[in-house]
């Protein structure tokens, strides 16, 4: 339906500071000369949103505007309640933010809609660890994670319990993954992805040297 679209259009300007044409038209799956006309609907209807040509422009709403509508429907809402702060988030140090984020948002519901989370959290609850599960020690994630966003080289050293070793290596860090609340991480090395377990890196050391990603690697299908 066009007002959904007008709606998404407008949650997604608000969200990300400023669109282009082209990547507003690929989220919504319609053509560019679509948002264009969508773009004149919204200001015809006093919503402060422009677009601007050349270098660095793009569409967006003025500084001041924000709008506390979400455009969730009823049941995106309670699949968002029935979210639990997983175990890796907190190790990741996000589960106070993400706890964050979705106070805003049910801050930002209707009344109706936000006496809907007591009930959702009372009859569905998610949790991804196995029955007693001992809690990994995880204490280089932190480090790992920085490397990651910064795309550095690391210098890790891994221990092998089975064998009892230890040795150090160059890594790449294209990912880590949390399998079953079991932190990996993926890493080039020698050109060659890997694999291990982040509970077996006992030391890691951010190095000043950067790398580039292959290209097509996705973490995901990996």
Known sequence: MRADRLLS???LIQSRGQMTAQELAD???????TIYRDITSLSAAGIPVYASRGPGGGVRLIEEYRTTLTGLTPDET?????????????????????????LKLSASL???????????????????SWWFQAEQQVPCLQTIQQAL?????????????F????????????????????????????????????????????????????????????
Not at 27 to 33: A, D, G, K
Not at 110 to 128: F, G, M, N, V, Y
């Open 78 to 102: 309670r699949a968002l309640f029935m979210m639990s702060i997983p175990a890796p988030l907190m190790q990741l140090g996000m589960g106070e933010k993400l706890k964050g984020a979705l």
């Open 149 to 161: 966003w910064q795309d550095r080289r690391l210098r890790i050293k891994v221990r092998r319990d």
């Open 9 to 11: 259009l407008l949650m």
């Open 27 to 33: 989220e919504l799956e319609v053509s560019e000369r």
């Open 163 to 222: 064998f009892n070793t230890e040795f150090e290596q160059e890594a790449e860090p294209y990912g880590l993954v949390a399998k079953a609340n079991i932190w990996y991480l993926v890493y080039g090395c020698g050109g060659t992805p890997k694999v291990t377990r982040v509970s077996q890196i006992v030391e890691a050391e951010i190095l000043t040297e950067g790398f580039t990603r292959p290209t097509g690697f996705r973490l995901e299908t990996f």
């Open 110 to 128: 209707p009344e109706p809609r936000r006496a809907d989370e007591a009930r959702t959290r009372q009859r569905i609850h998610l949790d991804s």
